[in-house]
């Protein structure tokens, strides 16, 4: 069983930064993604890194976020720059036992219970 635990979230004003870290993978081999919902939205995709560390990006945050995993590949991270009151959300850390990450919320299993970001402008 895997449990996430996500961490690093936080009020920020338009312009800052924050890194979300989410620990408890515990093996080499799933990819891992990040996700976020804003009130009375859908979760959306965010950012995902496959196996072989392959990296993919919302347009919305595309040359502002970047995704990265450490060594042991038992901690995901996502730091965040440039941050917009549009980025406000809950982000979710999420794994799934795969060699390639899709980008829907339904095709991952394990979820974290979420850290909560705020941007004020």
């Known amino acids: 069983q895997v449990q996430l635990v996500e961490s690093g979230g936080g009020s920020v004003q338009a312009g800052g930064s924050l890194r979300l870290s989410c620990a408890g993978f515990g093996y080499s081999y799933y990819c891992m993604a990040w996700f976020r919902q804003a009130p009375g939205k859908e979760r959306e995709f965010v950012s995902a890194?496959?196996?072989?560390?392959?990296?993919r990006y919302a347009d919305s945050v595309k040359g502002r976020f970047t995704i990265s995993k450490d060594n042991a590949k038992t901690t995901l991270y996502l730091q965040m720059n440039n941050l917009k009151p549009e980025d406000t959300a809950m982000y979710y850390c999420a794994a799934k036992y795969a060699n390639w990450c899709p980008t829907t919320s339904s095709s991952f299993p394990y979820w974290g219970q979420g850290t909560q970001v705020t941007v004020s402008s």
């Open positions: 890194i496959d196996n072989d560390g392959s990296t």
